[in-house]
């Protein structure tokens, strides 16, 4: 027997479709799959959350100095002219930001090997790069879900079945977070 489900495609397509549902799953808290996929997810997902539980405070807060450019009323940077050359004016600000620690590194880069980047395009916004926004699983998975299940000991997705496909009567279930 195999250890794991081959869903009927390719190692580079199965792979592929796992991480794309484990990022979805974990962007939008639910997804609509297959009952056979829907249990490889729920191993890949289980799995992140742990890591995420056993790591969320191990970091240590460090302050730094910051060169931030100053900005006018529409967020635009402030130029002034030097030597005949137009340079952005810039001031120092003190920035307290999160340090992980070489454990806490090793999850946050294993997460990102099987995440993909998510970006966020608002509707209004639809069309224009400058509008998306890069949105970060991995400290909603540190910040978010380590916080919310730091008290469960597993079983952080439940599948609920939905009925059989039309097309080809696979049954579909709803993966969902608790």
Same mark, same amino acid.
């Given at each position: ?8 495609? @390719?190692? %580079? #397509? ?6 794309? #549902?484990?990022? #979805?799953?974990?962007? &939008?808290?639910?997804? @609509? ?13 289980? &799995? ?7 790591? /969320? $405070? ?11 450019? $100053?900005?006018?009323? $529409? +967020? ?14 810039? &001031? ?5 930001? =999160?340090? $992980? ?26 069309? /224009? ?24 000991? +597993? +079983?952080?997705?439940?599948?609920? =079945?939905?009925? #059989?496909?039309?097309? %080809? +009567? ?9």
């Amino acid at each position: 027997m195999a250890m794991y489900r081959k869903l009927g495609k @390719k190692s %580079d #397509q199965r792979k592929a479709l796992l991480r794309s #549902q484990v990022t #979805q799953l974990l962007y &939008h808290g639910k997804i @609509k799959t297959t009952e056979a996929r829907a249990k490889e997810v729920r191993k890949i997902v289980e &799995h992140l959350i742990a890591l995420a539980i056993a790591e /969320k $405070d191990n970091y240590e807060e460090v302050t730094v100095q910051a060169k931030v450019a $100053d900005k006018d009323k $529409d +967020g635009k940077r402030i130029k002034e002219v030097v030597d005949g050359k137009k340079v952005t004016k810039y &001031h120092e600000e003190s920035k307290t930001i =999160k340090k $992980d620690n070489a454990s806490r590194l090793h999850a946050r880069r294993e997460m990102l090997k099987v995440l993909y980047p998510v970006v966020e395009v608002p509707t209004e916004g639809a069309g /224009k790069k400058r509008a998306t926004k890069k949105v970060d699983l991995v400290s909603k998975l540190f910040d978010e879900y380590a916080v919310k299940y730091a008290d469960r000991k +597993g +079983g952080y997705t439940r599948i609920v =079945k939905i009925g #059989q496909r039309k097309g %080809d +009567g696979a049954l579909e279930v709803i993966l969902e977070l608790v």
